[in-house]
DNA sequence: CGATTCCTTGAGACAGCTCAATTTCGGTGG
DNA sequence: CCACCGAAATTGAGCTGTCTCAAGGAATCG
């Protein structure tokens, strides 16, 4: 929300990237990397802070190198809904767009690695492994954006957060890194209004669906922020999925 | 629904294809169309008929050339939520993945261009032209589903059904090809349920809200599934767009 | 022109929302 | 380290939009 000018930040070199092996440029070869490494900017935004508004003109694309955004859309009213959330190694931006169509929004501290996109359109038509592997990414997202449609569209309010709570459940056994290996320690990286502005309901439903899980067993809380699943195969159930 | 085989019909040539200037193919040079020409073939499918499940080994990427269909996906006790529709042009599959994530289904008599997966993966690999137009129509894929993801997670059933409508209102004024430019009428392609089905609730509330627009004024029914619209803008605030 | 599918309308139920009041949490400074 | 403060979360009570169940009417197709 402030007008603070991202900072940039000294350049890490490409092969020491924590994402290098996920993000757009993770097919690259060392030639490529170094063509990357030579335009590449860095930008940090404050929690909080819009990377940009709908409507904007960008003129850069970046991928997530550590922390979490999220896309969303508001209605005039404030109706808002979250579209989507960007993490390290994800892709922001259109080469082929100079207008965002969504707000893009820092959610902890955000630092992205920039390329103008005029510049990284032109890259991309040079090596056609960072197409490919924006092609594959794209994909990942399509699907998972038409997923999260039929939880929206159809979901009741207990399937809807027995869904997210799975998910992060899913990502902190896969990930595991903070806890020692508890494996059924959960962090909920979010309030329950952003629980609730990404499950399309209000914070108040998302509190009294966690209250009844909670009072139903199925599972633990250990701080507003944190839980543990008691009964996995009873949330897999309320989740509502197959 | 049919166990039928897909029937091959008699292949087209490139150049005089209806799609030739919208679909993946349509930034090849007459060289390229060529190979795509020799290894293509046409599937088509009876109304009602699914091209495939969810879950489904598909061996084939394709263009749509003819007809409508749904991309949709069903919860166990039977809540069906479509996902995007499937028009002339449009592409399905993915060249990197052998299972398909939902259903797709024949709404009306479709005809499909169709490439076996691995060799159309093959080309994509030397024709980056191909892969450069997948990505940007995936690109308009993934923005048209987030765009309907505020739709479904927070528009009231009005909205809902408004913005179909203007949905309708605006391709029937952009391709006007029945009517002769009355400007206005406004052909419904689908049923209640199916309407239903695209924005997330049931066919009784869609056609409630339906006629109540007509009470209201805003539009007129000439038969159940012709409308005109009375009041363009009042039919556009009722959308809750901006 | 008969049959089936599609559409409309009504009445009642209920899930989720709104408004409002506490309570708890988590971080900060004394 | 504790007390304090603002933000976040919980819980309650009542309301309302949407769904469910049900019946009747209209359109469409062989």
């Known amino acids: 929300m402030h007008d603070s000018i991202p900072i940039l930040e000294s350049v890490r070199k490409c092969l020491d990237c924590p994402i290098r092996h996920r993000a757009v440029c993770s097919a690259c070869e060392p030639a490529e990397l170094a063509v990357l490494e ?5 930008r940090r935004y404050a929690p909080g802070e819009a990377i940009f508004w709908a409507g904007d003109e ?12 999220t896309i969303s859309k508001t209605l005039e009213d404030g109706r808002r809904q979250t579209l989507g959330l960007l993490l390290p190694s994800d892709f922001i931006g ?25 510049e990284f359109r032109r890259i991309v038509e040079g090596t056609p492994r960072i197409g490919q592997r924006l092609l594959e990414m794209t994909l ?10 039929l939880l929206l569209g159809r979901k ?19 990930i595991g890194r903070d806890e020692p290996a508890t494996g059924r320690l959960v962090h909920l ?12 309901m209000t914070l108040e439903t998302v509190s009294r669906q966690i209250s009844a899980l909670r009072r139903e067993g199925v599972i633990e ?12 195969r009873r949330l897999a159930a309320e989740s509502g999925d197959v």
């Open 189 to 200: 990286p979010m309030t329950r209004e952003q629980m609730a502005d990404y499950l399309g």
């Open 156 to 174: 009741t309010a207990r399937e809807k957060v027995a869904s997210l709570i799975a998910i992060f459940a899913r990502r902190s056994k896969t």
């Open 94 to 118: 259109r080469p082929d767009r100079a207008t965002a169509p969504f707000d893009i929004t820092a959610h902890s501290a955000v630092t992205l690695c920039c390329f103008r996109r005029t």
């Open 58 to 69: 960008v003129s850069f694309v970046a991928s997530v190198v550590d922390g979490h955004a």
């Open 221 to 232: 809380l250990l701080g507003a922020r944190t839980l543990e699943v008691i009964d996995p």
């Open 38 to 42: 030579r335009i590449k900017t860095y």
């Open 140 to 149: 990942d997202e399509l699907d998972a954006a038409r997923e999260w449609m």
